[in-house]
């Protein structure tokens, strides 16, 4: 076994109902004004409600920036640090899916290292020096895992392309899983943040960088997202269903953290930034095909994700268990409903070059289980063209 170094220092308060801790949990960090950071839908949305009852009911005193777009670009991190200056709060909570999650860790960075965040991104010119104002995530989707994980993804709009800011000072000091916030997500955005939370858990598991930790993490997320996705697509009102795909969600972002990505995470960055393709949609397109070049990599860990998937692989040689992985995804992503090809998503194949030229350079690439090169790239890209799968 191989030397490892194994993280996970958010504090986790789980629990159906559990935003009526929120004023407790924060006053416990030092929280005297809340800044809360969300979209403009979860703002409306019931989530929001509780989050306002709870900070009420205590006379927690809080102001709400409710502008997080999708995909934060870097203006918007640098505007929210300013807004958040002004507000005299000396706390940040995050009240959202990936996107304003990340946005707060990002504005809770720069207001104490300074700058613009474009300064800190992939080839900037300052390095995180210290800790953030302290964050605490509430995610309303079970996928990202950004409430436990050390990355920020910002956009440079200008670039076209979506980098981020990776530092342990990003991490958030708290997560906050209540399920029933949950309980209004959408069908479609419920299974697309699945299919990311099922590519974090399966590409840490078979990356380079796993190590045992990881592994009983990514394969646990893997069995809990396998047995309740499809319920919390079907039936969004499904408590049990949405709280194990919370807690998998949270699991496979350790997992991730600690372990790595990969490929896909590579080309659905790419996407993200050129096309601006949703995270979990291009991770949901990518993955089987991504994971059947993969699978002379690591036969005996695609193995380990089929049975974990489901599939009985007794008695199978190790090449043919492996492949029942490739199915047992393909038809979870049926089943929930996730776009299958890259032409379901209006991706062609004249758009290749670009989103290879901008997957190359990604940082994760390097632990994916087999070398990729550029025509390796281009070869996934074109069996996801049409869904062979
Ligand atoms: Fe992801």
Known sequence: MKDFVFKMPTRVHFGVGAVRKLPEICKGLGGKK?????GPNVAKSSAMAAVREALGSAGTEYEVYAGSVPDPPIEAVDAVTRIFAESGANMI??????????????????????????DYLFGGTKTVAKPSVPLIAIPTTAGTGSEVTAASVITDTKNRIKLSVTHDYVIPKAALIDPQLQADTPALVTASTGMDALTHAIESYVSLNANPISDAMGIYAMRMIGENLRIAVADGGNMEARANMAVASLIAGVAFMNGGLGVVHGIAQAMGGIHHTPHGIANGVMLPYAMKRNLPGNFKKFGDIARALGKDTGGLPARDAARLSVDAVAELRMDIKVPRSLGDIGIEEKDFQGIIDATMPFRLLALNPCKLAESDVEGILRQALRAPI
Not at 34 to 38: K, N
């Open 34 to 38: 809340l800044f809360i950071i969300t």
């Open 93 to 118: 909570v995050a009240l959202g899916g990936g996107s304003p999650i990340d946005l707060a860790k990002a504005a809770a960075m720069l207001s104490t290292n300074g700058g613009s965040v474009a």
